[in-house]
């Protein structure tokens, strides 16, 4: 099988780890890739947001999997123009992927199909902003109704603030609170059949102790010991299967990885929002722990035969993935350092590139690396994580030096 996977970031890089490992996967081609992908992959450069020029080039590498790591290709119909071309492609239509492009297409979704989730309004101007935010109190939760790489959410006790970022954002869904600890379950799924990966958590503010303000996520773990036994099963039947048939209903099922964000409240599962991909950093932990052979399983889900794929297995123990960030991120991150120390195993690339001149592995984006680590426990996959990290040297970098700490330490409990 000849896989194209389309992106460059630390959750293409973990993919690509996990593609190259599936022994039916006879070639790899990734666009644009990063320098971490080009250790398993042959690199191919490409607009990833171009439908077009994307199908030219699963059509010229005979590709006969297409994988779309993110999601402004997929909101841009990427896959569309692919699955005119006949080629199986794991990803949702551009129209399925509005889950994503559009909070309120998916507020609308949940509202009918009877999804546990937080009361809500779509605002457009300050004043109908500034009623919902009185109406639902302090901390006060707005979205910006489109794509924003993870960082257009700000939950603020400062209604100033709130309407600020409502009227910088245009469209915004404000919401109510939803109290408790979050959780991503990534489910694959082929419109119909749907299998559940392992629930993750990650980090999304820029600071240890959840400070400071959102960005694309600064590390994630897996498993969650913390959550209750019937997590998955509960949130397959209440979440999972009701939108799935809801999006059938309307016309436009969903085959690809729904991302469901959760918080545990005190009356049970609440979902937060719906991706339409594999969320980075839980990517990396997640796959990490998969010992089902990747590429079987999205070939499956892209071409309809998900419901005859063998029960997923896992691998025993955790992994922890810690995030470095370039000096300045998530505001205005400074790009053009050398890294090194970045050539161990482990070590996911998702801000980088090669200098022209030298080669030399530079920074080029907000969240540049992150380590990712295995373990039989938990607390020894955050050490050797932690460790891995340790490694790179990159001037001005930052990390979070709290990540899983709270599920080693017990200290997560659910409301009520």
Known sequence: MRVLLVGGGGRE????????????????????????IASVAELRSVNASDPAAVAALAVETAADLVVIGPEAPLVAGVADAVRAKGIAVFGPSGEAAQLEGSKAFAKDVMTAAGVPTARAYVCTDEESTARALDEFGAPYVVKDNGLAAGKGVVVTDDRAAALAHAAECGRVVVEEFLDGPE?????????????PL??????????????????????????????????????????????????????????????????????GPRVIEFNARF????????????????????????????????????????????????????????????????????????????????????????????GTATGPDLAAA???????????????????????????DGRITIPG
């Open 13 to 36: 890089h973990a993919l690509a780890l996990g593609l190259a490992g599936d022994a039916a996967v006879s070639a790899l081609i990734a666009a644009p890739g990063n320098p971490g």
């Open 183 to 195: 959780v991503s379950l990534f489910v694959v799924t082929d419109g119909e059949a749907a299998l």
């Open 198 to 267: 392992l629930p993750a958590q990650d980090f999304k503010r820029i600071g240890d102790g959840d400070t400071g303000p959102n960005t694309g996520g600064m590390g994630a773990y897996a498993p969650l010991p913390w959550t209750p036994p019937s997590l998955v099963d509960d949130v397959m039947r209440d979440v999972v299967h009701p939108t799935l048939a809801e999006m059938r209903r309307r016309g436009t099922p969903f085959s690809g990885l729904l991302y469901v964000g959760l918080a545990m409240t005190a009356a």
């Open 279 to 370: 969320g980075d950093p839980e990517t990396q932990v997640v796959l990490a722990l998969l010992e089902t052979p990747l590429g079987g399983l999205l070939h499956a889900a892209a071409t309809g035969t998900l419901a005859q794929h063998p029960p997923l297995r896992w691998r025993d123990g955790a992994a922890v993935t810690v995030v470095l960030a370039a000096q300045g991120y998530p505001a205005a991150p400074r790009t053009g350092d050398v890294i090194t120390g970045a050539d161990r195993p482990g070590i996911i690339h998702a801000g980088t590139a090669r200098r022209a001149s030298d080669g030399a592995l530079l920074s080029a984006g907000g969240r540049v690396l992150c």
């Open 382 to 408: 955050r050490e050797a994580a932690y460790a891995l990290v340790g490694t790179v040297e990159l001037a001005g970098s930052q990390h979070r030096t709290d990540i899983a700490a709270a599920a080693v």
